[in-house]
């Protein structure tokens, strides 16, 4: 019955459930391969991380060698800076360059060369979108008229710019009067204009600071654009040229002269003169020195040249190498301890302070203990921080390193 059963109800059933028995089976096969290849997957994935985690790790440790390489040339640096403090700001400058040269490795002077260069570029790609203030006036003005005019940008590190005011005569040596008449002509015709200082000059004049060179050539425009005829013949309006980068040659034998000096170093150093023998410097002035009978001598070199001579650090004169520095002079007065001009120029009103403290010296004068009269005039002026427990003629003096920089934005060094 059960085989009657079957044949006549299930037989044409058993293909089907063949067919899918089979399937079934092709399915589980298909599941067990797709297992395989994620579970392989996922160790290609580990493996390719662990790769990258290694390179990372000898990246890092390979940039960790270099920082204890840089540390420990800073560390055997430190030492000589602390013993060349007990010694005064002029021999610091002039053997800090040997000892970092020694100290260090050639690749970190390599390194901040490449970094300087990225820097320069990077400034002059964005210098287009500053503009000074004697830009924005000159374009205004202009305007006005009906005359376009092509501005050129000012670079952002361009040093401020300088207006001298010197009157002719005798009778018009009050400063104070000076300068009001001067500053009451800006606020009448341009009160918007900016200025950073105006200082005294020796004999009455003016000493007028802006941003920027343009803002002063815009400034002595609207002087001379209003003011009064005999204003303008009786006092100069000076824009003076950025001076020379200086070197100072030390220890040179008092008995030489100028002439023989010049001669001397050309006939030494070659690389002191251009093809035609033409020197790329001027002897300016001597400085006694401590040895008596020596002098040292200042020399102004010419921009382009200047990098390239400072580098060598020392010039030969007859059998003898004499030993170079940057000379960066500030003039400072020592009666009132005032930068800018020197005792001699000083005003014969004015009396002799106290180089500690800066109260005035009189015959019962007590020294109440260090008080440098400029760096409390900067705080003042300027709202600087600057420490006032020092002399007035201290060489770490703040306002004297300020004035210094001041000197140097002032300079052409050909860059």
């Known amino acids: 019955m059960r085989n009657r059963l079957v044949k006549e109800h299930l037989e044409l059933l058993l293909p089907i459930f063949g067919d899918l028995c089979a399937q079934i089976k092709s399915r589980d096969a298909d599941i067990y391969d797709l297992k395989n290849f994620l579970a392989s997957s996922d160790d290609a994935l580990l493996k390719a991380k662990v790769w990258t985690l290694e390179r990372e790790n000898a990246t890092l440790r390979a940039k960790l060698d270099l920082n204890e390489d840089v540390t420990s040339a800073i560390k055997d640096l430190l030492p000589k800076i602390d013993d060349l403090k007990l010694n005064n700001s002029q021999t610091l400058r002039e053997e800090l360059p040997t000892i970092i040269k020694q100290a260090t490795c050639p690749d970190i002077r390599s390194s901040l060369e490449i970094v300087n260069k990225e820097i320069i570029t990077e400034v002059k790609k964005n210098r287009d979108e500053t503009r000074s203030f004697a830009q924005v006036a000159y374009k205004s003005k202009d305007l006005l008229q009906g005359a376009p005019l092509s501005l050129r940008p000012s670079a ?4 401020e710019g300088v207006l001298l005011i010197k009157p002719k005569s005798e009778l018009l040596k009050d400063h104070d009067e000076n300068r009001k008449t001067f500053l009451n002509i800006l606020r009448e015709k341009n009160p918007e204009i900016r200025l950073r200082s105006v200082g005294k000059i020796f004999g009455g004049g003016l000493k007028i600071v802006a941003s920027t060179e343009e803002d002063v050539s815009f400034i002595r425009n609207v002087f001379t654009d209003h003011g009064d005829r005999d204003l303008l013949e009786n006092f100069d309006l000076i824009i003076p040229n950025k001076r020379f980068p200086q070197l100072i040659l030390y220890n040179v034998d008092k008995d030489v002269k100028l002439e023989t000096l010049q001669t001397g170093l050309l006939a030494k150093n070659i690389f002191l003169a251009n093809s035609m023998n033409k020197p790329h410097f001027k002897i300016e002035f001597s400085i006694p020195a401590k040895d008596r009978s020596k002098n040292h001598w200042v020399l102004s070199i010419n921009p382009k040249k200047f990098e390239e001579i400072k580098e060598k650090a020392g010039l030969y004169f007859e059998f003898t190498r004499l030993r170079t520095s940057e000379f960066i002079s500030v003039r400072q007065c020592r009666k009132c301890f005032a930068f800018g001009h020197t005792t001699k120029k000083c005003d ?3 009396k002799q302070r106290c180089d500690k403290c800066g109260d005035v010296k009189e015959e019962r004068h007590r020294c109440r203990g260090f008080r440098c009269l400029n760096c409390v005039e900067a705080n003042r002026k300027y709202r600087k921080n600057f420490g ?17 920089e001041l000197i140097m934005d002032r300079t052409d060094y050909g860059l």
């Open 388 to 404: 006032t427990s020092h002399s007035c003629l201290d060489f770490n003096c703040r306002s004297l390193i300020r004035q210094k």
């Open 156 to 159: 952002p590190t361009e040093p």
């Open 348 to 350: 014969p009103k004015t």
